[in-house]
């Protein structure tokens, strides 16, 4: 199984400031996808960006980027220009090949300060 | 818009009660998964399954049975629930099952097993 650590619990920024969440995870697999989601207070979960294991370039998405260092197993989550909508529970995530599992951190939570 | 819709939202069970979470999908996808939140943790895999009349455990499938009844829906049933079944609950789809598919999620049903 997959085990994918997110190594802080809570975090504030300010409005506007990019803010950097942390994500290790440890697999065997060749092939992976990577994911993260965020789920607000009301408790959706919402897709937010994808990375694949093959992929050389660096996701982005709007505001969200991801700083995939595959040699490290690091998967982090950057959000430029935070706004008070991003404050959330952050849930980096990887798919794994060999037994079709869609495997969570446990979560960091964001709360953006105006 | 409705992309995935679960129901119940909210579910107040006592132990040994049975019951069944219905969740349906309009995005013609062929795969679709269940999964369970519990405090302080990410999601856990319950079922899954990959296409129309197949489904297969997934992390934590021991209390539960479910049923892909068609294309667009996956039930999720507790036989006969226990508190440790106490969680939220969340439904999800994609369009294949593979490294680089996002899952698109419900809001979640909330049941509580006194």
């Known amino acids: 199984a997959q085990k994918i650590t997110q190594t802080q619990p809570g975090m504030f920024v300010q409005e506007k400031e990019a803010v950097t969440l942390d994500c290790t995870y440890d697999?065997?697999?060749?092939?992976?996808?990577l994911f993260w989601y965020k789920q607000p207070s009301s408790g959706e979960m919402i897709f937010l960006i994808y990375?694949?294991?093959?992929?050389?370039q660096n996701a982005t998405e709007g505001r969200y980027s991801l700083n995939f260092q595959k040699a490290r197993k690091s998967a982090n989550l950057v959000i430029s220009a935070s706004q008070l909508g991003d404050s959330a529970m952050y849930f980096c995530?990887?798919?794994?090949?060999?037994?079709?599992?869609?495997?969570f951190g446990a979560g960091t939570t964001v709360t953006v300060r105006a | 818009n409705a992309g995935v819709t679960q129901t119940p939202k909210f579910q107040v069970l006592k132990t040994g009660q049975s019951m069944t979470l219905q969740c349906a999908q309009d995005?013609?996808?062929?795969?679709m998964y269940w999964y369970r939140q519990d405090p302080g943790m990410g999601l856990r895999l319950i079922y899954y399954?990959?296409?129309?009349?197949?489904?297969d455990k997934g992390e934590v499938p021991n209390g539960y049975n479910v049923s892909r009844l068609n294309k667009r829906e996956f039930s999720l049933r507790l036989e006969s629930a226990a508190p440790s079944q106490t969680s939220v609950y969340f439904c999800?789809?994609?369009?294949?099952?593979?490294?680089?598919?996002?899952?698109?999620f419900g809001d979640g049903t909330r049941l509580s097993i006194l």
């Open positions: 995005m013609n996808h062929n795969s």
């Open positions: 990375q694949g294991s093959y992929d050389e």
């Open positions: 999800a789809s994609s369009e294949e099952i593979g490294t680089n598919q996002p899952q698109h």
């Open positions: 995530a990887t798919f794994s090949s060999n037994d079709y599992k869609l495997s």
């Open positions: 697999t065997s697999d060749q092939s992976y996808g």
């Open positions: 399954s990959a296409s129309e009349g197949t489904t």
